[in-house]
């Protein structure tokens, strides 16, 4: 059993961080849907670099 409670309290002390981030976060809504519109638009343009790569090796490049 003491190995159970050295585990359990290993565990949760690697993940009280984490979980107070969470906190963090889920009462700053308006934060996180900037993070989410800003890492969009970092996808959004390699995205787009890709797929031009994609059309010219594929000799589709009409558009």
């Known amino acids: 059993m003491e190995c159970k409670r050295k585990?359990?309290?290993s565990i949760n002390d690697?993940?009280?961080p984490m979980r107070e981030r969470?906190?963090?976060y889920q009462n700053d809504a308006k934060r996180v849907d900037e993070i989410l519109m800003?890492?969009?638009e970092k996808?959004?343009?390699v995205a787009k670099e890709?797929?031009?790569e994609?059309?010219?090796a594929m000799s589709m490049n009409y558009f």
Do not use: A
Request: glycine share 4%; charged share 25%.
């Open 50 to 52: 890709t797929m031009q």
């Open 14 to 16: 690697l993940l009280e």
């Open 22 to 24: 969470r906190i963090v």
């Open 54 to 56: 994609v059309r010219e």
């Open 38 to 40: 800003s890492g969009t």
């Open 43 to 45: 996808v959004r343009l």
């Open 7 to 9: 585990i359990t309290q």
